[in-house]
């Protein structure tokens, strides 16, 4: 069964930055698309940023160039990147990987809490 495992949350003042990791096992990282979403409270759960399994990335319209989405196969890890982060991104961060075609994937991880305050 695949696990997704977070880390690098926790609590920033506006402006600041956090990086955060995504460990994958029991899952063949490099055919998968890896992917960081957020859940806000009050809100839908919304898509943060892509990478896919040939290094594309994309990047919900509110990151605005502060976010920068990486992986390493090698150690089947994602990373988040996030500068200037303000209030409005505090929520929890979710990882997940993604394969439409078979073999199918679609694994979430518990989520990490990240804080902003003004």
């Known amino acids: 069964q695949v696990q997704l495992v977070e880390s690098g949350g926790g609590s920033v003042q506006a402006g600041g930055s956090l990086t955060l990791s995504c460990v994958a096992s029991?899952?063949?990282?490099?055919?998968?698309?890896m992917e960081w979403h957020r859940q806000i409270p009050g809100k839908q759960r919304e898509l943060v940023a892509r990478?896919?399994?040939?290094?594309?990335?994309e990047y919900g319209n509110f990151v605005n160039g502060r976010f920068t989405i990486s992986r390493d196969n090698a150690v089947n890890t994602m990373h988040l990147e996030m500068g200037n982060l303000q209030p409005d991104d505090t929520g929890v961060y979710i990882c997940?990987?993604?394969?439409?075609?078979?073999?199918?994937?679609?694994?979430w991880g518990q989520g990490i809490q990240v804080t902003v305050s003004p």
């Open positions: 997940s990987c993604q394969r439409s075609e078979w073999p199918h994937f679609d694994a």
């Open positions: 029991d899952v063949p990282f490099f055919i998968v698309d």
């Open positions: 990478i896919d399994t040939s290094g594309r990335t």
